[in-house]
T-cell receptor, first 113, second 112 residues
């Protein structure tokens, strides 16, 4: 079974731009969660989607948004990029949510200049 | 090469020794706990989980202990190998609220 895939793997943007990251979950998984990982803040939860509905949201500004499609693929968007948005963005999928095991993708490394 | 009780950002052990990685969690309502391993350039990988109605769970070479009284979680790795070198994270989750909170990672280095 193929794992979680994320595209692109690396991205360089400038301040003020916007970016869209993509995540394809493991086949059959319906829950997708997004995380931001930085050296200073560690792993922080962004949001979780299940069956195209956002179930939970972390404490991030409204510039961070996401969506999930009917095939469970998910995208996250960051608008008006700031230098502090430079991070590794990780996507994780699970069959259901709650206590189902999450499988992480390799992440998208976003650098904001 | 062991540390008990205190969370350390780094841990160095000899190959073959047992390792103990500690984590303190903050939310008394958390009822699900997970340990992840993250190797350089990769996403976190699930190692083992435990629910709050248990205090111990064993996997292959790994054991997780949960002490709800002091809100403490530990991961024990038996016969540590060079391939175990990675950053280890604990995560807590209140399954009613849904959000996962990750602890500060511990970088485990295994010396041959």
């Amino acid at each position: 079974k193929a794992g979680v895939t994320q595209t692109p793997r690396y991205l360089i943007k400038t301040r003020g731009q916007q970016v869209t990251l993509s995540c394809s979950p493991i086949s059959g998984h319906r829950s997708v969660s997004w995380y931001q990982q930085t050296p200073g803040q560690g792993l922080q939860f962004l949001f979780e989607y299940f069956s195209e509905t956002q179930r939970n949201k972390g404490n991030f500004p409204g510039r961070f948004s996401g969506r999930q499609f009917s095939n469970s693929r998910s995208e996250m968007n960051v608008s008006t990029l700031e230098l502090g948005d430079s991070a590794l963005y990780l996507c994780a999928s699970s069959f259901y949510w709650e206590t189902d095991t999450q499988y992480f993708g390799p992440g998208t490394r976003l650098t904001v200049l | 090469g062991e540390s008990v009780g205190l969370h350390l950002p780094t841990l160095s052990v000899q190959e073959g020794d047992n390792s103990i990685i500690n984590c303190a969690y903050s939310n008394s309502a958390s009822d699900y706990f997970i340990w992840y391993k993250q190797e350089s350039g990769k996403g976190p990988q699930f190692i083992i989980d435990i629910r709050s109605n248990m205090d111990k769970r064993q996997g292959q070479r790994v054991t997780v202990l949960l002490n709800k009284t002091v809100k403490h979680l530990s991961l024990q790795i038996a016969a540590t190998q060079p391939g175990d070198s990675a950053v280890y994270f604990c995560a807590e989750k209140n399954t009613n609220a849904g959000k996962s909170t990750f602890g500060d990672g511990t970088t485990l280095t295994v010396k041959p």
